[in-house]
């Protein structure tokens, strides 16, 4: 075992000196098969830039998001919490109507990785900036970025009336509990009834679900 990773580490060395010597970088050493720190530093210093804003995905069509503080149970927060002392500590809530042991993020997250300190009927961002409650999704791609792309483009989420037109879309939190965001297991709904005139479609075996409940009464037709 180790004379097969003492030619690992040659093979290595030697693939750093060729790559060095290709790009004109100071070489590595056999011992030390890859460059030090300080020798990855810029030739020059960049050139200072404004920090990056989120601003959406390019070529998403665009969309308006259904709102829902009109919704919530409990909103607007500062209902309650105007009148308490805010306190930044994980602990135990007690006399509260939410869960401090969150079903998110394996204990990685608490009440402020989303909420605001002060101005509870807000979220913020990573950087501090407020969001919203009808903006969850803004919180929540910092996070789920692969979702909230496909949700941005319409594969993943709802939308509501229509599929063509304006086009307006449920923000993440109409269908993820966000301190329990995994969907439970539910029965599936019933099967829409069959249409005046028709009758169900036999099964195509024995067992099988009818399918499709489109053939004309009194025929023996196939599907409409």
């Known amino acids: 075992m180790y004379r097969r990773w003492r030619l690992v580490s ?21 011992s030390t ?16 830039t404004e920090p990056g804003t989120f601003a959406g995905y390019p070529g998403a069509p665009p969309f308006s998001v259904v709102p829902r503080k009109d919704k919530l149970t409990f909103f607007p927060c500062t209902a309650c919490h105007a009148a308490l ?19 998110h993020g394996n204990g990685r997250i608490w009440c402020l990785t989303c909420h605001q300190l ?15 409650f009808d903006q969850a999704y803004l ?8 979702r909230q792309k496909d949700w ?6 709802k939308r509501v009336a229509n599929w063509r037109g304006e086009r307006v879309i449920y923000s993440c939190t109409f269908c993820h509990d ?24 036999p099964p195509d075996r024995a067992g099988s679900a ?10 023996s037709g196939g599907p409409r």
């Open 210 to 219: 009818p399918a499709t409940p489109y053939i004309e009464a009194g025929t």
């Open 118 to 132: 002060q101005d509870r009927d807000h979220l913020h961002t990573l950087d501090g900036k407020p969001v919203d």
């Open 178 to 201: 966000p301190h329990s965001p995994g969907l439970k297991p539910r029965a599936p709904s019933r099967p829409p009834p069959v249409r005046a005139g028709l009758q169900p479609m």
């Open 10 to 30: 040659v093979a290595l060395a030697a693939f750093a000196v060729q790559v060095a010597a290709a790009q004109d970088l100071p070489a590595a050493s056999a």
């Open 139 to 146: 919180v929540c791609g910092q996070c789920h970025s692969s």
């Open 33 to 48: 098969p890859f460059r030090s720190l300080r020798d990855n530093a810029p030739a020059a210093m960049p050139t200072p």
């Open 152 to 157: 941005y483009f319409g594969a993943h989420g």
């Open 85 to 103: 002392t805010p306190n930044p500590e994980p602990r135990k809530l007690s006399a509260a109507p939410h869960p401090a042991a969150l079903d």
